[in-house]
Nanobody, 123 residues
Framework: QVQVVESGGGLVQAGGSLRLSCAAS?????MGWFRQAPGKEREFAAA????????SYADGVKGRFTISRDNAENTVYLQMNSLKPEDTAVYYC???????????????????WGQGTQVTVSS
């Protein structure tokens, strides 16, 4: 069983930046970030494969968010720049140990989830 713990959420003004961290307690093949705004379904934001460090981004965050990893710490980061009020959501980190040849973008592809961290962007 892999445990996933997020940190780094908070309140920021529009145009500002935040960095989220996600630490996994065991070996994973990919980790991703999803987000859920009030009254909306959870949606994919970004993900990274451990092998080759391939990444994938949702269209709405591409060019503003960057996902990266620290192999030694088994940790993934989500650097969020140029934040907009519509980025306000609970951000969830997810991990999977299933080997894949692609970067998984669907929530069903992930086996382990964190409890979420709130990101609020004020206008």
């Amino acid at each position: 069983q892999v445990q996933v713990v997020e940190s780094g959420g908070g309140l920021v003004q529009a145009g500002g930046s935040l960095r989220l961290s996600c630490a996994a307690s065991g070996r994973t093949s990919a980790m991703g970030w999803f987000r859920q705004a009030p009254g909306k379904e959870r949606e994919f934001a970004a993900a990274i494969r451990w092998t080759g460090a391939s990444t994938s981004y949702a269209d709405g965050v591409k060019g503003r968010f960057t996902i990266s990893r620290d192999n030694a710490e088994n940790t993934v980061y989500l650097q969020m720049n140029s934040l907009k009020p519509e980025d306000t959501a609970v951000y969830y980190c997810a991990a999977t140990s299933t080997p894949r040849t692609f970067v998984p973008r669907t929530s069903s592809s992930y086996d382990y989830w964190g409890q979420g961290t709130q990101v609020t962007v004020s206008s």
